[in-house]
């Protein structure tokens, strides 16, 4: 049996028992991005923990699920992440997208705070991820495979909803473009040096998450897509020094052309 099939059922049994059938779609928060719970209504809060879902560490990450009306639909919205950088298995990090399968979720979209590597990405841009560049260190598919052995990644970011993003940005007048992500351990930020690598082998963007959830989300087969915000230029591009504390401001403060875009989407499924 596979060590987070027990943890997975309690967990998908805990969001059944808090907040009955399930929605059809799911949003993670990323850093900074907690702003789109204030825009939904009719909302029911339970924290992490209460679900069998590992507590957030990370400033910016609230670890509450709510679910509620957001563009006339019935979401999940999940306010924060663990990080694979916390020092977590692997498997607790994305159990949570496991779980949201196991309850009947259909689709999720996730979001996160990047840093921008390509020229004309600025603060606030929205980017849909295309494709990703995996160089962290773990993959939570290592082991006893949960789901398909060997998950083809080829649309791993569901085209069509990815098509859907872009369209309710645009709608919305947000500046939105199409990018590949390049997932790094963290939790210190890139070097110059690793930014200059990661433009030159393809990289548009950067951050320490999402990744892993594409991962367990592609050996389930659960249809998934990533909005990402970029919230500060990459280590050598711009010429502040990078701190958290400063991505999650900027994330929040851009937030809004997120939240109306997400808006836009559920209102549009």
Same mark, same amino acid.
């Given at each position: 049996m596979h060590p987070e099939a027990e943890p997975v059922q309690r967990a998908a049994s805990a969001l059944q028992s808090a907040f009955g059938a399930p929605p059809s779609?799911?949003?993670?928060?990323?850093?900074?991005?907690?702003?789109?719970?204030?825009?939904?209504?009719?909302? @029911?809060? =339970?924290?992490?923990?209460?679900?069998?879902?590992p507590a957030a560490g990370v400033a910016g990450h609230a670890g509450v699920a709510h679910v509620g009306t957001l563009g006339g @639909?019935? =979401?999940?919205?999940?306010a924060g992440r663990k990080h694979l950088y916390e020092g977590v298995d692997p498997g607790v990090v994305v159990r949570y997208v496991r779980a949201l399968h196991a309850w009947g979720v259909q689709r999720l979209v996730l979001t996160c705070s990047v840093g921008g590597i390509r020229a004309g990405l600025g603060p606030g841009d929205l980017v849909v991820v295309s494709d990703h560049l995996n160089f962290q260190r773990t993959n939570p598919l290592v082991g006893p495979a949960f789901g398909t052995r060997f998950p083809d990644l080829s649309e791993a970011y569901d085209p069509d909803l990815r098509e859907r993003l872009l369209q309710s940005a645009r709608a919305e007048g947000a500046r939105v473009h199409e990018g590949v992500l390049a997932a790094m351990n963290g939790p210190a930020y890139e070097t110059p040096a690793e930014v200059r690598m990661l433009g030159h082998v393809g990289a548009d963007i950067v951050g320490m998450s999402t990744v892993p959830e594409i991962l367990a989300a592609a050996e389930l087969g659960f249809t998934s897509a990533v909005l990402a915000v970029v919230s500060n230029p990459a280590a050598g591009i711009g010429s502040a020094k990078l701190t958290h504390d400063d991505v999650t401001e900027t994330a929040n403060a851009a937030g809004h052309s997120m939240v109306q875009t997400l808006t836009a989407f559920c209102a549009g499924l």
């Open positions: 779609t799911a949003i993670t928060l990323g850093s900074g991005l907690g702003i789109l719970v204030d825009a939904m209504s009719d909302l @029911q809060s =339970v924290p992490y923990p209460e679900l069998g879902l @639909q019935r =979401v999940l919205a999940l």
